[in-house]
């Protein structure tokens, strides 16, 4: 992360500012380690902490699928119908605990209305991450914030505008999206006909490789993406409106809604190393070489407990007799999440864009039947998919289950 300065800000810290009048702006540092990691200092016309209601709600709903076999999985998360695990209301922008007696119901075959905060399906979660897809059909003006991690959207589908204390950031398909965690925020989409993302979420930040950065933090020429790629929030005026605001925010696997009385994007200026911001996956420029690049080349932002690596359009290895589908490999000590996003998967037969899978712990995976001499005299690849590596197993829930595509774990059987 870099420094930024967005707006107005006082020459020293801790100092008297004035808006107008004898009128303090409200100062508040939002820190990451105790006082000792990256933080952030905002300028507020309203003290922040100003709660008017706190309630319960009805966010995602995380059941485990505590008989899921260890075994390859392919999820299906192209859903066009809502299950019984979809349990919010979906008509309304806000969707309380108090109001989903009166869910309505969905028939197969519609993508039911359904806005940031009742769309997402979390498929695989452990103590450190979650994993899920958001199909999302109508905007909602409730601000967002996760109390317990930080967020990394992929934007499969769709464009739009995350607003946040820190400014805008607009979006659009192929844009990672890096939430810090107490990012308080409101996303609008502006094309919702098949508007999509992936989220993960991680209780430890998301960051830049440090083999990507020398000693200062600057990023090496050899890395694969430089300061250029990475867009920083624009700092709009500053709303200052009284009224009542609906916040929710996520702490773990509990949600809560709370009503705010000013509107919280008041923030004439802030400075830090902390903020959102967005990387397209097309400006990532990926390394190839002689023979078959093992993952960590593909390596995009890396948290402590998971890695994402992006897989992206590019020419295949180049020794004559190179194989350029890659080799059968056991992950020992982490399970592989892979994200189809777009062009022609090469390893894969039956995986389509949107589809998800999972290659557990303790089991080898690699190319299906023929994939292998498929791949050998060709020169290049146009895939897009985003990999999730975890470090701790992932458990299931009942939203995978419900989408698990029969049969993956078994098509790598080779015909008598
Ligand atoms: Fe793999």
Not at 366 to 383: C, F, L, R, W, Y
């Amino acid at each position: 992360m870099f420094y930024q300065q967005r707006g107005h800000l006082p020459l020293k810290k801790h100092t008297t500012f004035y808006r107008e009048g004898s009128q303090l702006y409200r100062e508040e540092l939002t820190s990451t380690r105790g006082f000792s990691g990256i933080y952030s200092t905002k300028y507020h016309i309203h003290a922040p902490p100003q709660l008017m209601q706190v309630d319960s709600y009805q966010g995602a709903f995380v059941s485990t699928w505590e008989e899921a076999p260890l075994q390859p999985y392919h999820f299906d998360t192209n859903l066009t119908d809502l299950t019984q695990s979809d349990a919010v209301p979906m008509d309304t922008s806000l969707s309380k605990a108090t109001q989903t007696k009166d869910a309505p119901t969905h028939s197969k075959g519609t993508i039911p209305r359904r806005d940031f905060l009742s769309a997402r399906r979390i498929y695989l979660k452990n103590a450190y991450c979650q994993i899920g897809t958001a199909q999302i059909t109508q905007n909602t003006d409730v601000f967002y914030k996760n109390a317990y991690a930080h967020e990394l959207w992929f934007v499969h589908h769709g464009a739009g505008e995350y607003r946040s204390e820190y400014g805008r950031l607009t979006f659009q398909p192929g844009d990672y999206l890096l939430i810090p965690k107490g990012t308080l925020g409101q996303i609008t989409f502006t094309q919702l006909e098949e508007a999509k993302l992936l989220m993960i979420e991680s209780t430890e930040p998301f960051q830049i490789p440090k083999h990507f950065r020398n000693a200062s933090g600057q990023l090496l020429e050899q890395a694969p993406y430089c300061e250029r790629d990475f867009r920083t929030p624009e700092l709009p005026l500053p709303v200052d409106q009284s009224g009542e605001f609906e916040l929710v925010l996520k702490a773990g696997d509990r949600w809560f809604h709370y009503l705010l009385n000013h509107h919280p994007l008041d923030v004439v200026g802030w400075d830090g190393y902390l903020y959102p911001f967005t990387f397209n996956i097309r400006d990532y420029c990926p390394i190839v070489g002689k023979l078959h690049q093992p993952p960590p080349v593909h390596l995009v932002f890396h948290a402590q407990h998971l890695v994402v690596c992006n897989f992206v359009p590019r020419l295949f290895d180049f020794h004559p007799e190179a194989i350029p589908a890659p080799y059968f490999h056991s992950n020992v000590d982490s399970e592989e999440v892979l994200y189809y996003v777009d062009g022609n998967f090469m390893s894969r037969s039956g995986i389509q864009s949107g589809s998800m899978t999972l290659h557990p712990m303790g089991l080898p995976h690699g190319p299906q039947p023929g994939k292998t001499e498929a791949s050998i005299g060709k020169k290049e690849v146009d895939e897009y998919a985003v990999m999730i590596d975890t470090f701790h197993p992932l458990q299931l829930t009942t939203q995978a289950q419900e989408c698990s595509v029969k049969g993956y774990a078994h098509s790598w059987l080779e015909a008598p």
